[in-house]
């Protein structure tokens, strides 16, 4: 039966973590000069109602790579943005393809496709999840710390997409994750109860002090999601307080390692100054995408 990835939560911790095992041996290949064609002959449609630098490029040259073809699906130009039920998009391109990967708004939309095609979906970023984000921010601890299921976690500012995908990988990992986030932006309630139920050792508060104290691992994202441009300036107040800074810094381990999905605003959720310090990870964590998604595509492809 054919494997969608959806939402982290629909993955058992030793799935994930042989799907991170797998990204480890591509990339250790991949900086030998060493490519496989697991996915040889295979295509993958892309499908992006929404912008995207890292997880276009990185899906493509990552299909390329293992031999496959990935195709970039315009709603613009294509009929699905002409109103075409998602549920004969997904019959029709069922018959000509491999996989298809999309980025939109609703999460429900992924589902739907899901549910109608015959082949893998992978959900490249909904309003309410960005599951291939988390397991590149997850390889990118785990190679820096073999003890990252003990290490604790913080998410400062909004309760958005990767907020509540921290939440489901703190589920599936059962690291420590704190969450602070300005009243009235909280994560999804139905994740944290989800999450509540799986045992997680998730705490929720309004202080980025108390979240970061000790933590390990800083992450945060810009306030304004795409879709939410029209809020950018109320969110700029609510969100004042909730910047990684030099002071929020110092509260964290010593050895605290900063994560951002990427594309950051500096000079909002967090500073020049700490997005660019030796230990802020960002660019290896933007290129563990790469990897990740390829050991994805070979679990659900291949
Ligand atoms: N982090 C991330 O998904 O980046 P893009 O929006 O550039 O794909
Ligand atoms: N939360 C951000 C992530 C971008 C990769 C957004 O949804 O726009």
New binding site residues.
């Given amino acids: 039966m054919k494997k969608d990835f959806l939402c982290l939560s629909d993955w058992s911790g030793e799935e994930l973590e042989e799907i991170l095992d797998f990204a480890r041996k591509l990339k250790t290949k991949r900086k030998q000069g060493e490519d496989h064609p697991l996915l040889a002959g295979k295509t993958l449609a892309m499908i992006f109602e929404k912008s995207s630098t890292r997880t276009r490029i990185s899906f493509e040259a990552g299909m390329y790579q293992l031999g496959g073809h990935a195709l970039f699906l315009d709603p613009g130009t294509t009929q699905i943005g002409r109103g075409e039920p998602l549920k004969d998009t997904a019959r029709v391109l069922s018959r000509y393809l491999d996989g298809i990967m999309i980025r939109t708004f609703a999460q429900k939309d992924v589902e739907e496709l899901a549910k109608w095609s015959d082949i893998p979906i992978i959900n490249g970023?909904t309003d309410r999840y960005?599951p291939c984000?988390l397991m590149a921010d997850l390889l990118t601890v785990m190679e820096r710390r073999t003890d990252f299921r003990s290490l604790t976690y913080c998410w400062i500012g909004d309760g958005?997409?990767?907020a509540n995908s921290w939440i489901n990988a703190a589920a599936a990992f059962g690291f420590e994750l704190r969450v602070a986030t300005p009243p009235g932006y909280e994560p999804d309630q139905e994740v944290v109860a989800h999450a509540g139920r799986r045992g997680a050792h998730v705490s929720y508060g309004h202080d980025p002090f108390q979240a970061a104290r000790g933590a390990h691992v800083l992450n945060t994202?810009?306030w304004a999601?795409?879709g939410q441009e029209s809020e950018q300036q109320e969110r700029q107040k609510a969100f004042a307080g909730f910047q990684i800074n030099r002071e929020l810094v110092r509260e964290a381990d010593p050895e605290w390692m900063l994560l951002h999905?990427l594309p950051a605003h500096r000079g909002e959720e967090v500073t020049d100054e700490i997005l660019e310090s030796k230990q802020s990870v960002v660019f290896d964590q933007a290129e563990n995408r790469l990897h990740v998604q390829k050991a994805i595509l070979s679990r659900l492809m291949a």
Wanted: proline share 0%; charged share 10%.
């Fill in positions: 970023l960005h984000q958005n997409n990767m994202d810009v999601s795409m999905c």
